[in-house]
């Protein structure tokens, strides 16, 4: 077998580019990120708009890399917090050179994906259809839904996938190559995210919290990593910040005796072993900001910049 000189490998073309993955909140988004880039970087929950900023997840090949962005779901804000992530996935379209317009293949057409046709006719950006969670329905379904958004948009592409079970991913990203330009190699070939390590931590964190929590907690929370260093033993310590709004859910977080936080904890220790390949101390804090999500300095000192 012969092998690639570096006289050819510098004569291939390197396609690269950013795209951008946008969609009413629930639909996926994050689940086809991480199955796209092979690892959990962006958290899952079955509670809607659990994306506050955009992810960047970094795929890369022999001859291609894409960005992707994970945005948070395009929705009707009802707070200072919302309009900030509302602003987040529509300022993503304007610097990606792709746009997958993620819907839920199992719920069909609606008022929340009809809003955001109307904010993808704005863009110039090649706009993909990608109709996830075909396991759940019927082949037949698909032809008639397709028509139905097909009258609303053109689309660039029209791609059927299951973000949970990988199918069609692989066509997903052939399909997004073709569209590429020419492009150096932004991140090296064994880096997944731009994302700073803390601030996955207290993605991950957080996502154990929306999963443990009753439905008022989710949106009324925030994490921040205080403190992260190795040490001496080789043990990454890690101090983490749970912010609530009100002292009754700081109640709720902490469980009684403290259970919950604990569940929390190790379930979220597990989690960033996973990702940092180490072991660690994980020391968590739960602190009232009343108000938070509309109080614009707050966000700002919680990490919620919108550039």
Not at 36 to 54: C, E, F, H, V
Not at 158 to 165: D, F, R
Not at 280 to 293: A, G, N, P, T, Y
Not at 301 to 306: E, K, N, Q, T, V
Request: proline share 4%; with cysteine.
């Amino acid at each position: 077998m012969s092998k690639t000189t570096s006289k050819e490998r510098d004569n291939k073309k390197f396609k690269s580019g950013f795209v951008a993955i946008i969609g009413r909140p629930n639909v996926g988004k994050s689940t086809l990120m991480n199955h796209l880039i092979g690892q959990k970087i962006a958290i899952m929950s079955d509670k809607p708009q659990t994306t506050r900023n955009k992810i960047h997840g970094v795929y890369t090949t022999n001859d291609t890399q894409i960005v992707f962005l994970d945005t948070p779901g395009i929705h009707k804000p009802q707070s200072k917090l919302g309009n900030y992530m509302m602003q987040t996935a529509e300022s993503a379209l304007k610097e990606v050179e792709a746009a997958l317009f993620l819907i839920d293949a199992s719920e069909g057409l609606g008022g929340g994906d009809r809003f955001i046709i109307e904010q993808l006719k704005k863009v110039k950006t090649p706009v993909f259809l990608v109709m996830n969670k075909i396991d759940k329905v019927e082949p037949e379904q698909l032809l008639p839904m397709i028509t139905q958004y097909n009258e609303l948009h053109e689309f660039a592409e029209i791609i059927p996938i299951s973000a949970l079970k990988g199918n069609n991913i692989e066509t997903l990203l052939e399909q997004i190559s073709r569209y590429l330009p020419e492009g150096p190699q932004y991140y090296p070939a064994d880096q997944i995210t731009d994302h700073p390590e803390q601030f996955v931590c207290s993605e991950l964190i957080r996502e154990k919290i929306l999963h443990m929590t009753r439905d008022e907690i989710p949106h009324s929370i925030a994490v921040t990593i205080e403190d992260m260093r190795v040490k001496e033993n080789g043990v990454v310590y890690i101090g983490a910040v749970i912010f609530v709004e009100r002292d009754s859910q700081k109640g709720i977080i902490i469980g009684k005796k403290g259970e919950l936080l604990k569940e929390v904890g190790k379930q979220a220790r597990k989690d960033i072993e996973a990702l940092l390949g180490s072991r660690i101390f994980l020391e968590l804090w739960v602190k009232v900001k009343k108000d938070w999500r509309n109080q614009e300095r707050v966000l700002k000192d919680l990490g919620f910049r919108h550039d």
